[in-house]
T-cell receptor
Framework: ETGVTQSPTHLIKTRGQQVTLRCSSQ?????VSWYQQALGQGPQFIFQ???????GRGNFPPRFSGLQFPNYSSELNVNALELDDSALYLC???????????FGQGTRLTVV | EDQVTQSPEALRLQEGESSSLNCSYT??????LFWYRQDPGKGPEFLFT???AGEEKEKERLKATLTKKESFLHITAPKPEDSATYLC????????????FGSGTKLNVKP
């Protein structure tokens, strides 16, 4: 049990639609990152939020966006879904200045 | 950009048969190397952090070591419950939670 909860666990969307994935972190986790994990691959860094501001971004287009809220929850939004967006989406959070990141169980997104 | 390569991609062991997983990395300045375990359909579970060459950490049947170019995860007398995908990641700068992951080694331990 990591104390990081993601919702929903599974989701099916149609190409071109928009989706919002949610992550609820432990109290005090002021850093949250989102990752995309394709089948058989390691997680790929999408972006990181620190104190509600984006603080680093990987090689993902602007249609991937996020929000972090004061209550230690966060969102990942993806617009104009493409088939290649089908993956497991993971959020990871940590206490300030801690190297140990706690991952949620992920949201499995399928785009058809 | 930081690169992380894991080998082998898959490893099948008999219960009790010890082995090692490899993680090689190229980074401009290593801040930390991390090992995670991931079970099917779940998020990665933190195992170890290593910061400098020569450092070693142990947890039950697992031992992680670090050199300047690579890290090893040694598994001693594995059990079926050790079956999982083991992921290696390097930390980018001082951005906590910004990791570059390898593709993982899928370990299958047969009873």
């Amino acid at each position: 049990e990591t104390g990081v909860t993601q919702s929903p666990t599974h989701l099916i969307k149609t190409r071109g639609q928009q989706v919002t994935l949610r992550c609820s972190s432990q109290s005090g986790h002021n850093t949250v990152s989102w990752y995309q994990q394709a089948l058989g691959q390691g997680p790929q860094f999408i972006f990181q939020y620190y104190r509600e501001e984006e603080n680093g971004r990987g090689n993902f287009p602007p249609r991937f966006s996020g929000l972090q809220f004061p209550n230690y929850s966060s969102e990942l939004n993806v617009n104009a879904l493409e088939l290649d967006d089908s993956a497991l989406y993971l959020c990871a959070s940590s206490f300030p200045y801690s190297a140990e990141a706690f991952f949620g169980q992920g949201t499995r997104l399928t785009v058809v | 950009e930081d690169q992380v390569t894991q080998s082998p991609e898959a490893l099948r062991l008999q219960e009790g048969e010890s082995s090692s997983l490899n993680c090689s990395y190229t980074v401009s300045g290593l801040r930390g190397l991390f090992w995670y375990r991931q079970d099917p359909g779940k998020g990665p579970e933190f195992l170890f952090t290593l910061y400098s060459a020569g450092e070693e950490k142990e947890k039950e049947r697992l031992k992680a070591t670090l050199t300047k170019k690579e890290s090893f995860l040694h598994i001693t007398a594995p059990k079926p419950e050790d079956s999982a995908t083991y992921l290696c990641a390097v930390q980018e700068g001082y951005n906590f939670n910004k990791f570059y992951f390898g593709s993982g080694t899928k370990l299958n331990v047969k009873p």
